[in-house]
């Protein structure tokens, strides 16, 4: 009896995923990893996004640990899917307040140079902290 609840329960999951509408966009998303993460953080759920046809490569960005930005990768003039933007910071364990700073610094770049007025975020942990303080600002 078990088994078959355990059936029921993962076919009614599987249909309801099977009815999931995602609305398609254009507009950039940001990754920004929690404590300790890192691009291996943030890789695989950037990976499935352009598998499952969401979204295309796009950018990383580096941050040093000076503050200097460096940005590996371009936005596209005119992208057919929402381009993604990873970030690194210099260390796994700077912090909301401190990648707050850097997150800030990135978006005036990301404006002045790519013209990106709007952009979508996945934060995780402590990148999700420092999003909403950035939004704050």
């Known amino acids: 009896m078990g088994t078959e609840l355990a059936t029921r329960s993962n076919q009614s999951y599987e249909d309801h995923q099977s009815k999931l509408v995602v609305?398609?966009?254009?507009?950039?998303?940001?990754?920004?990893?929690?404590?300790?993460?890192?691009?291996?953080?943030?890789?695989?759920?950037?990976?499935?996004?352009?598998?499952?046809?969401?979204?295309?490569?796009?950018?990383?960005?580096?941050?040093?640990?000076?503050?200097?930005?460096?940005?590996?990768?371009?936005?596209?003039?005119?992208?057919?899917?929402?381009?993604?933007?990873?970030?690194?910071?210099?260390?796994?364990y700077i912090g909301e307040f401190k990648e707050k700073i850097e997150l800030h610094k990135i978006l005036v770049l990301l404006k002045r140079n790519y013209h990106v007025d709007q952009y979508n975020a996945i934060g995780h942990s402590v990148g999700a902290y420092a999003l909403v303080a950035q939004s704050e600002q």
């Open 23 to 92: 609305n398609h966009t254009t507009i950039p998303v940001l990754f920004i990893y929690g404590w300790a993460g890192g691009l291996h953080s943030e890789l695989p759920l950037a990976k499935k996004a352009i598998k499952v046809g969401v979204a295309q490569k796009g950018m990383i960005i580096y941050v040093g640990p000076s503050g200097q930005i460096k940005m590996t990768g371009h936005l596209p003039n005119h992208p057919q899917k929402s381009p993604e933007i990873l970030i690194k910071f210099p260390n796994a």
